[in-house]
């Protein structure tokens, strides 16, 4: 098994790479206002970045499922590669039994479609239930620019295109060994996925963390793609401390591998590993 394969409990787990996504620095934010963000942005040393961009799948008792689906085709050739990474590890899209979704964002959600068709045709789509009716709230469409409702025509294609095979689920176990964990501010209802295992188990936290070396040493620095700003710092606090004191291995939607947290400073450490 190599690095970015694991076994927790009944599940095997395998990062499946969907490519690179590059963004300017000016997307940093800081809850503690401009000077903050400033100093964030000098940290970060270079005027653009890269952030991985991952989806996973996880074999186990009830036949192979995936967490999150990749961007598809949508989003240009530097992305879209989860699809051959799932062929590469024996899997066809008709076998998948189910899709779990962290939220609904393009990079997460848009590997779902094959245009007008279902890329998973046998799947059954799981959506955090929070994160399903906030994308679905014309009110809270049209209180958000066009930059951020991306999501709400991923709901509206989701319910069109996976009819009757949309399922709204909620915190707490989901599937025996899995639990889902409520981590809003990114999205209303964004989660992570805790695949339990003896004598370790993994997190899977979705956006709550993009830039692993400057996010976790201090969690008050986000991204413009977080919809409440001071939310998503206080549940990225809550899941890097959670993160360390139960000893989870941790990985998410941006993270490069599996890494390890520790508390450092006023903050954390995620060590590769
Ligand atoms: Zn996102």
Same mark, same amino acid.
């Given at each position: ?5 694991r076994?927790?409990g ?16 000016k ?11 400033? #100093?964030?942005?000098? &940290?970060? %040393?270079?005027? *653009?970045?890269? =952030? ?9 008792? +009830?036949?192979?499922?995936l967490i ?15 699809? #051959?990474a799932l062929? &590469?590890? %024996?899997?066809? *899209?008709?076998? =998948? ?9 393009? +990079?997460h ?23 399903? &009716?906030?994308?679905?709230? *014309? ?9 951020r ?11 069109r295109l ?23 501010g990114?999205?209303?209802?964004h ?17 709550a963390?993009?830039?692993?070396d ?22 990225r606090r ?6 360390a ?17 520790r ?11």
């Open positions: 098994m190599d690095r970015t394969s076994r927790f009944q599940f095997e787990l395998r990062l499946l790479k969907d490519g690179i996504f590059e963004a300017f620095s997307v940093l934010t800081h809850t503690a206002g401009a000077e903050a963000r400033q #100093a964030a942005i000098a &940290a970060l %040393g270079r005027r *653009a970045f890269s =952030i991985d961009v991952n989806c996973f799948a996880l074999r186990g008792p +009830d036949g192979p499922m999150d689906a990749g961007t598809g085709t949508a989003w240009g050739e530097a992305l879209g590669h989860a699809r #051959a062929v &590469a590890e %024996g899997l066809s *899209a008709g076998e =998948i039994r189910r899709v779990l979704v962290t939220h609904l964002h393009g +990079d959600a848009l590997g779902l479609f094959d245009g007008d068709e279902p890329y998973f045709p046998q799947a059954e789509i799981w959506v955090p239930r929070a994160d399903f &009716a906030f994308f679905t709230d *014309a009110q809270a469409r049209a209180s958000l620019p066009k930059a409702q991306g999501g709400f025509d991923i709901a509206e294609r989701l319910l996976y009819d009757g095979h949309v399922r709204l689920i909620d915190p707490g176990e989901i599937l025996p060994g899995i639990e889902l964990h409520a981590l809003p990114h999205t209303p209802g989660c992570g996925y805790l695949i339990r295992g003896e004598p370790e188990s993994a997190m899977l936290w979705g956006d963390v993009h830039l692993a400057l996010q976790a040493a201090d969690p008050d620095i986000g991204l413009e793609y977080d919809l409440d700003r001071a939310i998503a710092a206080a549940t809550n899941v890097l401390a959670q993160s004191r139960e000893g989870w291995l941790v990985s998410g939607g941006h993270i490069h591998g599996f890494g390890r947290v508390s450092s400073g006023s903050g954390f450490e995620i060590a590769p590993t």
